[in-house]
């Protein structure tokens, strides 16, 4: 699901009525992200400390910050910009 909204209001629907409102609920999700993705690392150092693959999940990752993203030249050719209609 990408609409925060739409996601809110799924959460709601499966009986999660405890939930603080909705906007506050989006910013503790993105700072959650940041903490996910150092679990996750974490794990993986545990398990296999010197990896010989990566996996990579289907998660968007910012390549360099968004007022750089028409100057990036490293990655252009595979790297996506996107489109956020509510931030146009």
Partial sequence: ???QR???RFLLSLGFNDL???SRFNRISVNAMKIFQWIRFGLV????PNPTYTIVDRFPIPLC???RNHRAKRLRSIANIGFNS???
């Avoid at 150092?45 to 296999?48: A, D, E, G």
């Fill in 86 to 88: 509510t931030k146009k």
């Fill in 45 to 48: 150092q545990t398990i296999m």
């Fill in 6 to 8: 739409r996601f809110y």
């Fill in 20 to 22: 603080p409102e909705r």
């Fill in 1 to 3: 699901m990408t609409d």
């Fill in 65 to 67: 910050h968004p007022i």
